[in-house]
């Protein structure tokens, strides 16, 4: 079998693998797999923007607390700072590499003007759980920005190979002699092609971003479906705090199809929820109202559906001039539009929806895992920042500060790339390329994973309905296990192996906490405990589940 070898290889082209490449495409050869088009991501539809202390009347401990107050007594204090600390020269980086964040007035974005260096003079935005305005934003399209500036430095990278539309299946792991575990490598297919490709580096990075896509309503894109998450916990590595799933307050209600988000930076401009009869609510559950932290909005207006039965809110942005809003939210404008309502005049009616997740694949303060040579970066990581629950615009900032710290460490490593792979595993041994499932089998079992997982271990959980979705996804496991050990790895099957393995992972965490905390509520356990005021941490191997 043909293998390519590099001395870095990335899988993912959000944020965090492209920060991570652009470093490391200085000192080796880099290639990068990713899913879809190079854009797609996670990243690509970041709306709010990059949290970083900015102005002087704000400072590293109002973030910081900030930062822990949302994340309910679970965050990693140490890796907070960190992360506050370290975030604004790499913020002054991004700038450096071409992204143009909005200034104050209009016209900031023309092309041949130098952007500022000094941050306060950028328009920073606010959010839910800020004390202060920090946040660095493109309009509503900072995500779409930062992949255009970084793709741009990248494509024609002398040291960079990009390989779209290869999905990463499996990582290759390796006991050279008198060493502990290694990663040398992944096995990917190349989809156009129908192809199993072998890459070998002795360093790499899994950046693939979140698991939104393991729920039925969400405000992520398509390739979210936790893959780096369930290949690591398949090479032994363990994962945390996966029971943590943000419910973003604010996705478009839309019936009939997909959502998209709006941005709380809407809120942040003094946005209003109300019910369907007009009435405000959020200041009966929490004096900050509107920009209450995540977990409580999402929690209050769930809980006002269901009193009401009412299938959805309204976001009322009436009191936003029509010039100010099209040109703050020129996206948001544009899709509500499409949908027939024509804001500000018109409330926008939203629905919370999957959005991110604050658990992931354990990693060190540098991106490293407990395999040699195995970085895991951005949103796929537990770092322990977000605690129970993320303050909201600091998910890009946390993968720009550890892809950093990552590629410092990895650089600093860089071994010989790997000997040759000797022994393939049996699933390539019998792979076809047509394979032999329906795609209808499939689809079933995609749908019906993510409708267990909205009805089952949304927002408001129970323990009987967990223990009852993890039976049905065991179930499930067993049926897509069987297809991919008889050599069918067709994107499909790879894709529901990941949905079905991480969807498992996140309820055995849900069942782990005896409580209710940040982004978990559960009613059979609805008080907050000191005595559980830890990590849920899973090790597939003393795992023997719940
Ligand atoms: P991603 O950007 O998701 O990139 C993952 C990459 O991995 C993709 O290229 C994908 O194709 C690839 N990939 C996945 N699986 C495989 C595989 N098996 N093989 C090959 N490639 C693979 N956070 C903020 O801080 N501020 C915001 O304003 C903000 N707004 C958001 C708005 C929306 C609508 C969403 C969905 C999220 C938002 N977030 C925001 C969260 C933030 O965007 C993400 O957490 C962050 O972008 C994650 O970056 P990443 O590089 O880790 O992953
Ligand atoms: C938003 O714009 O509301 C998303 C911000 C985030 O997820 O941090």
């Given at each position: 079998?043909?293998?390519?070898?590099s001395?870095?290889?990335?899988?993912g082209?959000?944020?965090?693998?492209?920060?991570?490449?652009?470093?490391?495409?200085q000192k080796?050869?880099?290639?990068?797999l990713?899913?879809?088009?190079?854009?797609?991501s996670?990243?690509?539809?970041?709306?709010?923007?990059?949290?970083?202390?900015?102005?002087?009347?704000?400072?590293?401990?109002?973030?910081?607390?900030?930062?822990?107050?949302?994340?309910?007594?679970l965050?990693?204090?140490e890796?907070?700072?960190?992360?506050?600390?370290?975030?604004?020269?790499?913020?002054?980086?991004?700038?450096?590499?071409?992204v143009?964040?909005?200034?104050?007035?209009?016209?900031e974005d023309?092309?041949?003007q130098?952007?500022?260096?000094?941050?306060?003079?950028?328009?920073?935005?606010?959010?839910?759980g800020?004390?202060?305005?920090?946040?660095?934003?493109?309009?509503?399209?900072?995500?779409?920005?930062v992949?255009?500036?970084?793709?741009?430095?990248?494509?024609?990278?002398?040291?960079?190979?990009?390989?779209?539309?290869?999905?990463?299946?499996?990582?290759?792991?390796?006991?050279?002699?008198?060493?502990?575990?290694?990663?040398?490598?992944?096995?990917?297919?190349?989809?156009?092609?129908?192809?199993?490709?072998?890459?070998?580096?002795?360093?790499?990075?899994?950046a693939?971003?979140?698991t939104?896509?393991?729920?039925?309503h969400?405000?992520?894109?398509?390739?979210?479906?936790?893959?780096?998450?369930?290949?690591?916990?398949?090479?032994?590595?363990?994962v945390?705090?996966?029971?943590?799933?943000q419910?973003?307050?604010?996705?478009?209600?839309?019936p009939?199809?997909?959502?998209?988000l709006?941005?709380?930076a809407v809120?942040?401009?003094g946005?209003?929820l109300?019910?369907l009869?007009g009435?405000?609510?959020?200041?009966?559950?929490?004096?900050?109202?509107?920009?209450?932290?995540r977990?409580v909005?999402a929690l209050a207006?769930?809980?006002?559906?269901k009193?009401?039965g009412?299938?959805?809110?309204?976001?009322?942005?009436?009191?936003?001039?029509?010039?100010f809003?099209?040109?703050?939210?020129?996206?948001?404008?544009?899709?509500?539009?499409?949908?027939?309502?024509?804001?500000p005049?018109?409330?926008?009616?939203?629905?919370?929806?999957?959005?991110?997740?604050?658990g992931?694949?354990?990693?060190?303060?540098?991106?490293?895992t407990?395999?040699?040579?195995?970085?895991?970066?951005?949103?796929?990581?537990?770092?322990?920042?977000?605690?129970?629950?993320?303050?909201?615009s600091n998910?890009?900032?946390e993968a720009?500060?550890?892809?950093?710290?990552?590629?410092?460490?990895?650089m600093?490593?860089?071994?010989?790339?790997?000997?040759?792979?000797?022994?393939?595993?049996?699933?390539l041994?019998?792979f076809s390329p047509?394979?032999?499932?329906?795609?209808?089998?499939?689809?079933?079992?995609?749908?019906?994973a993510?409708?267990?997982?909205?009805?089952?271990?949304?927002?408001?959980r129970?323990?009987?309905?967990?223990?009852?979705?993890?039976?049905?996804l065991?179930?499930?496991?067993?049926e897509?296990?069987?297809y991919?050990?008889?050599?069918n790895?067709?994107?499909?099957?790879?894709?529901?192996?990941?949905?079905?393995?991480?969807?498992?992972l996140?309820?055995?965490c849900?069942?782990?906490?005896k409580?209710?905390r940040?982004?978990?509520?559960?009613?059979?356990?609805?008080?907050t405990?000191?005595?559980e005021?830890?990590?849920?941490?899973?090790?597939?191997?003393s795992?023997?589940?719940?």
């Open positions: 079998m043909e293998e390519t070898t001395d870095f290889i990335v899988v082209s959000g944020i965090a693998g492209l920060c991570f490449a652009l470093e490391a495409a080796g050869t880099v290639t990068i990713t899913k879809k088009e190079d854009f797609e996670n990243t690509n539809y970041a709306q709010g923007g990059i949290a970083c202390v900015a102005t002087a009347e704000d400072s590293f401990e109002d973030h910081i607390r900030d930062t822990l107050v949302a994340g309910a007594g965050c990693h204090e890796v907070v700072r960190d992360l506050v600390r370290d975030g604004p020269p790499l913020v002054r980086q991004l700038i450096d590499w071409g143009h964040f909005s200034t104050h007035g209009k016209g023309s092309p041949g130098t952007p500022p260096t000094d941050l306060a003079l950028y328009d920073l935005g606010r959010e839910g800020h004390s202060h305005r920090r946040i660095l934003h493109a309009k509503d399209l900072t995500g779409r920005e992949e255009r500036a970084l793709l741009k430095c990248l494509r024609n990278h002398p040291n960079v190979t990009f390989l779209e539309h290869h999905v990463a299946i499996d990582l290759i792991t390796e006991y050279p002699i008198a060493s502990p575990k290694c990663c040398t490598g992944v096995f990917a297919l190349d989809v156009e092609d129908s192809r199993i490709k072998v890459f070998r580096a002795s360093v790499v990075v899994l693939t971003g979140g939104g896509r393991i729920y039925q969400t405000t992520n894109p398509v390739i979210a479906t936790g893959d780096g998450i369930a290949m690591a916990w398949r090479a032994g590595l363990p945390g705090n996966l029971e943590f799933i419910f973003h307050p604010t996705a478009f209600y839309n009939t199809g997909e959502t998209f709006i941005s709380e809120r942040g401009e946005a209003i109300r019910r009869n009435d405000s609510f959020m200041e009966q559950y929490d004096s900050r109202g509107c920009l209450a932290p977990d909005v207006i769930d809980a006002e559906m009193k009401h009412d299938s959805h809110v309204l976001l009322d942005c009436s009191h936003m001039n029509e010039e809003w099209t040109d703050r939210f020129p996206w948001i404008n544009q899709q509500c539009r499409k949908h027939g309502v024509i804001p005049g018109d409330p926008i009616p939203v629905v919370p929806a999957a959005h991110y997740s604050c992931g694949v354990v990693t060190d303060r540098m991106g490293r407990r395999i040699v040579g195995l970085y895991v970066v951005g949103e796929s990581a537990f770092t322990g920042v977000h605690g129970a629950n993320r303050l909201a998910s890009l900032l720009l500060v550890f892809s950093h710290r990552a590629a410092v460490s990895a600093e490593s860089m071994a010989p790339p790997p000997t040759p792979l000797r022994k393939l595993p049996k699933w041994d019998l047509a394979g032999n499932v329906e795609g209808v089998r499939i689809e079933h079992c995609k749908t019906e993510r409708s267990l997982m909205w009805d089952y271990v949304g927002i408001v129970r323990t009987d309905r967990l223990r009852l979705a993890l039976q049905r065991e179930l499930l496991k067993k897509v296990d069987s991919f050990e008889a050599g790895a067709g994107d499909g099957v790879v894709e529901l192996r990941n949905i079905v393995q991480t969807s498992i996140v309820i055995e849900a069942l782990c906490r409580e209710s940040g982004l978990h509520y559960n009613l059979d356990f609805p008080k405990l000191d005595a005021a830890h990590d849920t941490i899973l090790d597939p191997l795992w023997t589940g719940m």
